[in-house]
């Protein structure tokens, strides 16, 4: 049998989460290993504490709590950028319980929208204060052991942030992959370019090479074929179920020239 | 190891119970209230045929910790019908032959129930949005998105069975 420890402070859950224990947010993860008796804990710790409901917004920069679900972010004014992300998430039952925090942790096929947090340069808050920018978090996540409680990110012009979740069953489907890009620009000429893209490696990856094709560019045809064609050196993808690691080889170049032309609908 | 007491309200009844721990929601309504409409189907978030509402809002019972529904108001397909009444969304599912093995309906239904709820005047696209998280290998999904927009209507027209 497992332990649950219900804590109504987050200081509280993330003093108790040692061992083998392990923090529940939305419970769609954690849940389900615990359905396929997959589970490597005994313990559960979770939380009520309401500030992992926030969403504040200062300066140039948005920070969501970690309990923050998918359908609260559609909800959300302030997040309408990021409403086409969520709404890409699972269905509407899943929306209601996937949170924020806990797509930081889910693996391919799932975790889309960690995807776009990595494109608009997000970074992840710890319990205490600390803060994590997402590349450094995602290339250690697997051996995580303390307690996010938000995210925070840039908020973009609405022309400058992009999104696009590629699947083979529509409105809901699994990803084949994802892709977010945030273009900020100035007097025409993009500055600071951030490609992303789920399901090409082990966690979402910034495609960097793309990236510095666009650099310096406006975003056009020209730009955006060259952004197409380096973006072919920036992944070695696996195989999966899902697709081979030659095809996402293949169709990544497409689906970001459709995502940033606009080809096919945003 | 101690179970937990856990009260709650299901179809309108207050319910208490104790549960073991880690338990998920599915299992203590059907195994401890005895509420076998909601259907264990993958266990993953997948096939969505353990939804039920909570607090009006569609949730996959499976993958929800059941200690967690403390305090909130449950609503299952067993708390559709009005007595001998089936609810419009029933009978309508029923007449057009949206149920075929009925294995996904009892989430089906909830998924509907969410959605008209919160939308009365759904189109066609909305509907189809609603129920993606509903797998349903029988009827290749036309009848039920039928049967939602009809019922839809009967229920904005007031003939609520």
Redesign the interface.
Known sequence: ????E?FPSIDQASSALTGDAIY?GG??LV??A???GEQNFTR?V?STDPTLKQIAASGDRITIGAGVTM?EVMASPELSFLAPVARNV?????R??ASVGGNLFAEHPYGDFTVALLALKGSVTLNGGGEQEMESFLSSRSGFTEVVTSVSLVRPSERDFFWKKVSRVK??GISVMSIAAWLPQSGGRISGARISFGAMGATPLRAKSAEAALEGQGLDQSSVAAACAAVRGDFQPPDDALASGWYRSEVAPVHLRRMLLGEGGR | ?AK?PVQFTLNGTHRAHFV???A?LLDVLRREVGDLSPKYGC???TC?TC?VL?NG????S????A??VEGKSLETTSGMANGPDLHPLQRIFMESFAAQCGYCTPGMLM?AK??LAGNPNPTREEV???????ICRCTGYEPIIDAILQAAVELRSGRVA
């Open positions: 049998m497992i332990a649950v219900t529940l419970g769609t849940m389900r615990l359905n396929y559960i979770r359908a699972g269905g509407p039952a899943v209601n319980m409105p809901k | 190891m937990t073991d721990g880690g998920n266990g993953q978030g969505g939804t909570i809002e569609p949730h996959l499976c993958l929800t910790l200690e967690s998924a969410a959605l189809i949005e609603g129920i993606s998280g509903n």
